[in-house]
Nanobody
Framework: EVQLVESGGGLVQAGGSLRLSCAAS????????IGWFRQAPGKEREGVSC????????YYANSVKGRFTISSDNAKNTWYLQMNSLKPEDTAVYYC????????????????????WGKGTLVTVSS
C-alpha cells in the first residue's frame, strides 16, 4: 500500500522560507511522477511543482517559478519542496502526490491527475 506523509508546514512571515517533506512508503515503481499541489480556502486545488523520473523533467506553476524548488532523496524515499520568498498568497494546504507512469511522461502531465495523495500540511504566510 502506497502511503505519502507530508511534514514541514507552519506559520512564516512574508519573505521567509519553508521546506516541505513528503515521505513515501510502499512506492516501488520503475517510472513515476511526484508532485506538490496546494489548495487555498475557497479556491480550487492547483499544481505547484512536479518531477518526472521518466525524463527528469520538472514543472513549476508560473506563480512559484524562481521561488520554489522540488527535489528528492531516493535513498530516503522522500521528496521535498523548498519554498523561498514566501508570499501571503502562498497560504494553502499543501499536498504531495504521486503516479506511476510509462517511459514518456512530462512533468506537466501531473496536472491531469495523480493516483496517490497525502493528507496535506498547512502553510500560512503572514504579511
Amino acid at each position: 500500500e502506497v502511503q505519502l506523509v507530508e511534514s514541514g508546514g507552519g506559520l512564516v512571515q512574508a519573505g521567509g522560507s519553508l521546506r516541505l517533506s513528503c515521505a513515501a512508503s510502499g512506492f516501488t515503481f520503475d517510472n513515476y511522477a511526484i508532485g506538490w499541489f496546494r489548495q487555498a480556502p475557497g479556491k480550487e486545488r492547483e499544481g505547484v511543482s512536479c518531477f518526472s523520473t521518466s525524463d527528469n523533467s520538472t514543472y513549476y506553476a508560473n506563480s512559484v517559478k524562481g521561488r520554489f524548488t522540488i527535489s528528492s532523496d531516493n535513498a530516503k524515499n522522500t521528496w521535498y519542496l523548498q519554498m523561498n520568498s514566501l508570499k501571503p498568497e502562498d497560504t494553502a494546504v499543501y499536498y504531495c502526490a504521486a503516479i506511476p507512469t510509462g517511459p514518456y511522461y512530462f512533468a506537466s502531465y501531473c496536472n491531469y491527475g495523480m493516483d496517490y495523495w497525502g493528507k496535506g500540511t498547512l502553510v500560512t504566510v503572514s504579511s
